[in-house]
């Protein structure tokens, strides 16, 4: 009788290590990536431009290629290991569902790639660009993308009730299953327009092989 209460006790407390080992792990996953992210806003908000240079900036950013699609030097379907070999410095965290998620910064601005695992690789399926156009309202980063790549199958742009804040959430069907989603945050509040732009490109077929649910737009109230 002894003798099973004993073992009962030593189960219960290997159980109570267990659950504890599984609840550090949890709360440093969630630090890490709490820590990509706020090292993306940071650096984020860095970058920036002015319409002179706003035109060469949007030509040289991105291209769509036959079956695939890149900004900077993140490229959808690619993997991990390339971006690691081209930026050493990335910064990387695996969210909840248990995909790797990139983080580096260039001379261009901000770059978060979000991986599936595929093979025992991962694999870009993707690219989220962030930057800040000084100078510029929505208005003119708009007409530069869409010079790009053509009209918005969607677009929507709300504005604050100071009226010097508008947000602006704009869609894109490329080819090949690649969508582009691309919020534009624009002030004016002291009379000198400045336009935070987020460009996220998706490959929907790789998508699908997530656990993941589709990414959602960032939310235009302000």
């Known amino acids: 009788m002894t ?5 009962t006790k030593r189960s219960s407390a290997t159980k109570r290590r267990s659950t504890g080992a599984q609840v550090d792990i949890s709360i440093l996953i969630g630090l890490l990536t709490v820590s990509v992210i706020a090292l993306g806003l940071f650096i984020a908000m860095s970058f920036t ?7 060469k900036f949007f030509t040289q950013l ?7 699609f890149h ?7 690619d993997t991990l ?4 070999r081209k930026h050493p410095e990335v910064k990387i965290a695996v969210n909840r569902n248990g995909e790797a998620v990139a983080a580096f910064a260039d001379d261009s601005g901000l770059y978060t790639v979000r991986y599936v695992s595929r093979k025992e690789r991962n694999i870009a399926y993707q690219v989220r660009f962030e930057h800040t156009f000084k100078g510029m309202g929505e208005d003119q980063v708009i007409a530069h993308i869409s010079k790009e790549y053509g009209r918005s199958a969607s677009s929507d742009c709300k504005i604050n009730a100071t009226g010097r804040n508008k947000v ?18 624009s002030h004016n509040g002291d009379g000198t327009p400045s336009t935070a732009v987020s460009i996220t490109a998706s490959d929907t077929f ?5 656990t ?3 990414p959602q737009s960032n939310s235009a109230s302000d």
């Open 212 to 214: 993941s649910p589709p």
């Open 71 to 77: 900004m900077g030097d993140a490229w959808l379907g």
């Open 3 to 7: 003798s099973r209460v004993q073992s």
């Open 206 to 210: 790789l998508q699908d092989q997530t």
């Open 168 to 185: 602006c959430m704009l869609k894109w069907w490329l080819t090949d299953g690649i969508v582009l989603d691309v919020v534009t945050r």
């Open 81 to 84: 290991d390339n971006l690691k």
């Open 49 to 55: 431009s002015t319409p002179d240079e706003a035109e």
């Open 62 to 68: 991105s291209s769509q290629k036959a079956h695939t």
